[in-house]
């Protein structure tokens, strides 16, 4: 059995589109035809691992790319049980236009002699994968299984035998003859170039490194942070009530904040703590946008702190609070390059959450502690 497999690694691609390539206006049909073959296999394997999960028929226990030259037929195979070999077969042919039957009548051929000598594995369906599709006369002879039958039997004796298997003898070209003749055609399907866009859909992140970024796909960004303050948001939560005791000339604190006078204080808790989680979402959507390594999200909150950097050392704030509201201002009104890949997550809401993000991580103080 034939065993060169690549597994594939769930949390990076090696071959996606640049952040720069995913604002290319481009549709999903375009990408797919000029894209290449290893960015197109790629695609396929995760495709089939990722966005057939939910699918009760399609549950798919592990996916993986063939490697070598000698590929039996196979780019992709995914594994509905490993151990007993019960897989479904991927054969991706990239080529810029419709396939026809000439294009891979060697191809199936291959499959089917790969079969017969226990060189892979028997699927339980063998998907053709074309990003143009497939040719109507094709589709036609899929619908045939004895004329396409007859014609890769006639294929294989005039000359494919001699590339595929040119020391077989006449009696093991008698036996495959019976098992090309009993062979279920049937399990031989085309796989269409919409279906494969459509389940890229509902896993937008591989939509945006295969096809660029659609902003109809873009999950909103929810602002729902937890009534009980967590720990990871301790320090920004310290210092703003730092810069609102500050203000106010006495110690505030979270637990007196629900007092009735200090509604002023409370309202802007509230609100920073929103922008603060609205921050933190976009920054996990960025890093799905992103690809590579390449956190674009990370690249605005280091710009916002050199953006606000005058404001925070102005002099002219009373107190930590004012300090707070300029500062923030200040980091609202930054403009994301248009050339930015996530910038269809940036608010003015999520630019203040990075000020919070950055005084969680102890670069924005509003109140300088004195030392005694």
């Known amino acids: 059995m034939h065993t060169d497999l690549k597994p594939i690694n769930k949390d990076a691609s090696n071959h996606v589109l640049t952040n720069l390539e995913k604002l290319e206006k481009k549709t999903a049909e375009e990408r797919l035809k000029f894209m290449d073959e290893d960015r197109y296999e790629e695609m396929i394997t995760k495709w089939a691992y ?92 899929f619908n045939d299984h004895e004329k396409l039958r007859n014609r890769l039997w006639e294929d294989w004796e005039k000359s494919i035998k001699k590339k595929l298997a040119v020391n077989i003898t006449n009696d093991e070209n008698d036996k495959f003859k019976k098992h090309v003749d009993t062979f279920d055609l049937s399990i031989i399907k085309p796989l269409s170039p919409d279906k494969i866009i459509e389940g890229l859909r509902k896993e937008y992140w591989l939509y945006f490194q295969y096809l660029g970024i659609d902003r109809t796909l873009i999950p909103r960004i929810h ?29 505030i604190t979270q637990i007196n904040l629900n007092d009735e006078n200090m509604a002023m204080y409370k309202a802007h808790f509230t609100a920073s703590r929103e922008q603060f989680y609205l921050a933190e979402s976009a920054a996990m959507i960025g890093k799905e946008i992103c690809s590579g390594g390449n956190d674009e999200y990370s690249e605005i909150k280091d710009n916002i702190e050199e953006h606000v950097i005058d404001e925070y050392y102005s002099q002219y704030h009373t107190d930590g609070f004012e300090k707070v509201k300029a500062v923030t201002k200040s980091a609202s009104q930054y403009q994301v390059e248009e050339m930015n890949s996530v910038k269809p997550i940036i608010s003015s809401r999520v630019l203040k959450g990075m000020c919070f993000q950055l005084s969680n991580e102890n670069k924005l103080i509003w109140v300088k502690k004195k030392i005694k």
Do not use: M, W
Not at 225 to 249: F, G, R, W
């Open 50 to 141: 990722f966005c057939l999960k939910e699918d009760s028929n399609k549950k798919y226990e592990d996916v993986f790319r063939y490697g070598g030259s000698g590929d039996g037929g196979i780019d992709v195979i995914a594994f509905y049980d490993f151990k007993n070999q019960i897989c479904d077969i991927y054969q991706c042919k990239h080529y810029k236009d419709s396939i026809g039957y000439s294009d891979i009548n060697k191809e199936l051929c291959k499959f089917l002699y790969n079969t017969f000598i226990d060189y892979i594995p028997f699927p339980k369906t063998y998907y053709l994968v074309a990003p143009q599709n497939i040719t109507g006369p094709l589709g036609s002879l």
């Open 223 to 251: 602002a729902a942070p937890p009534s009980t303050v967590a720990d990871y948001e301790s320090t920004y939560i310290n210092h703003l009530v730092d810069a609102y005791s500050d203000a106010n000339k006495s110690s």
